[in-house]
């Protein structure tokens, strides 16, 4: 009896801590699945002069990049809104208006982002 307990308490333990093991706590899977939006805003690095200025014609790489990440508005919006997109000092106003400059077909016009909408 006493190693049947063992054996058990043993299987729950592991099966404990494999859980413990893929928990991320809070932060987990959050706007962009387990990635963080601070670090998928390095994805977005070709689109950098287009998110400084609104007339500058984004890239083919940025547009490229942009149509896949827009599959998840979420997870753009959550880029968009990050502390390192904020501190680089870009403009998110003109950085919303990158999938419409992209020639986007399927673009999320009127997608609300925090206070900013897309057009």
Known sequence: MEGQSKFVFLIGFLVLTGFLKDFNGVNGAGECGKSSPDSEVFKLLP?????LDAKATPSSQCCAQVQKIEQNLGCLCAIALSKIASSSGF??????TIP?????NDRPVGYKCGPYTLP
């Open 91 to 96: 403009n998110v106003e003109n950085a919303l």
């Open 100 to 104: 419409k400059r992209c020639n986007l």
């Open 47 to 51: 689109c950098a002069s287009a998110a």
